[in-house]
């Protein structure tokens, strides 16, 4: 059951992704479209057209919305649905364990990373959330579409937030998972017992 509502929750952030990955996509176009369109405004010989992208000027908030989303997309990606082993490891030495040993160092790293997300969330909740300079600061060409406010830059630095959140219950449940898994018993030779996932699971 859990494990089902893992993969609904992986293919919502997918679908997110995509959406913000598109909406950055479009709104790249319209800054190039505003950008050139009065120097290829002779092209279009009906006058209406022809006058209104004469009449089109540079759109200046597009560069900062598209900064805003490209950051929030990558450590949206990494929070959700970037699996560990989409990742570029050196795990030379790791494989060459035994897989009781791939096991423990599997629950070792496990716990480095939780006490490490821990460890730092306070400093980084203080550094983005409780600065002064972060609420002063804003990014000056966006606003907030029902209120007119300008965006404050700590909502460029949130997504990190989200990404510790999610990165600490993932090594959470990873080490929980690991430890109450049995240890299958290893014969020296490394290779995995009849029947068992346990190099699927430490690596």
Not at 34 to 60: C, F, Q, S, V
Not at 160 to 175: E, F
Request: glycine share 6%; net charge neutral; charged share 15%.
């Amino acid at each position: 059951m859990f494990e089902i509502i893992l993969k609904r929750i992986s293919r919502a952030a997918e679908f997110i992704a995509a959406m913000v990955l598109a909406a950055i996509f479009i709104i790249f176009l319209l800054q190039i479209f505003t950008r050139y369109a009065p120097k290829i405004a002779w092209l279009m010989p009906i006058p209406p057209n022809h006058d209104w992208m004469m009449a089109l000027e540079p759109i200046g908030w597009t560069v900062n919305l598209i900064s805003l989303l490209w950051v929030w997309l990558i450590f949206f990606g990494c929070a959700f649905f970037v699996h560990e082993n989409d990742h570029v490891a050196f795990d030379v030495f790791f494989q060459a364990l035994s897989h009781s040993w791939q096991r423990y160092f599997a629950i070792a790293t496990a716990l480095i990373m939780v006490v490490a997300m821990l460890y730092s969330f306070g400093p980084t909740w203080d550094a983005i959330f409780g600065s002064r300079l972060m609420e002063l600061k804003k990014i000056q060409t966006l606003r907030v579409p029902i209120t007119g406010d300008k965006i404050p830059i700590k909502w460029l630095f949130a997504s990190y937030i989200l990404l510790m959140i999610v990165i600490t219950l993932r090594y959470l449940w990873r080490g929980f998972m690991l430890a109450r898994t049995a240890i299958a018993p290893d014969d020296g030779t490394g290779a995995p017992a009849a029947g068992g996932k346990d190099g699927e699971d430490a690596s």
